[in-house]
């Protein structure tokens, strides 16, 4: 069964760079344009949830 899950995610500049953090799963990832760390972020999401050995948040 898949539920949909909001997750809070917070995107700031810093220089050149956007990056982008989910507080709730201490993670972030970084992009050269908002869409591209939007992007890296949905990814780097769907990559820690699947990895069974990455301790997952109410665990």
Do not use: H
């Amino acid at each position: 069964m898949k539920r949909a899950v909001p997750l809070p995610i917070v995107i700031t500049k810093e220089g050149k760079w956007f990056v982008a953090s989910c507080p709730i799963l201490d993670i972030a990832t970084q992009g050269r344009t908002e869409k591209e760390v939007k992007e890296n972020m949905k990814d780097l999401i769907n990559e820690y949830m699947r990895d069974p050995d990455t301790p997952k948040p109410g665990q």
